[in-house]
């Protein structure tokens, strides 16, 4: 899938240099027109969340995609970051299990 999209290479590598924990894309193209795909990955910490969030938008800057929107940066907990084709969902852990994305998002085979 990532072969063909090198702003979605360039975002999956951001998140891998920056040690991001657990990386998955979703493609959601058949499900919503708000997106492409959901990127959800997972930091250490507040800390380490807001730090992926800030290189990944200040990267994208400065290679003429920014963001369109960022939300949660503040606390740390869940940053999301709108990049209008591509949405990356940082988040701790804890609140990635609770809130469950991959489950939201991903397609099921109907039974």
């Known amino acids: 899938m990532?072969?063909?999209?090198?702003?979605?290479n360039k975002l999956l590598q951001l998140l891998d240099d920056n040690q991001a924990i657990d990386i998955k894309v979703i493609d959601v193209r058949k499900q919503t027109t708000i997106t492409d795909y959901m990127i959800i990955a997972s930091g250490r910490s507040s800390r380490h969340v807001k730090a992926i969030s800030q290189k990944i938008m200040e990267d994208m800057k400065n290679?003429?995609?920014p963001a369109i929107n960022c939300t949660g940066l503040e606390t740390g907990d869940w940053v999301l970051i709108d990049f209008s084709d591509f949405i990356i969902h940082v988040m701790q852990p804890e609140y990635?299990?609770?809130y469950n994305l991959e489950g939201?998002?991903?397609e099921h085979?109907?039974?």
């Open 96 to 98: 990635r299990q609770y």
């Open 104 to 106: 939201l998002w991903e």
């Open 2 to 8: 990532s072969e063909q999209n090198p702003v979605l």
């Open 109 to 111: 085979p109907e039974k």
């Open 63 to 65: 290679s003429g995609s």
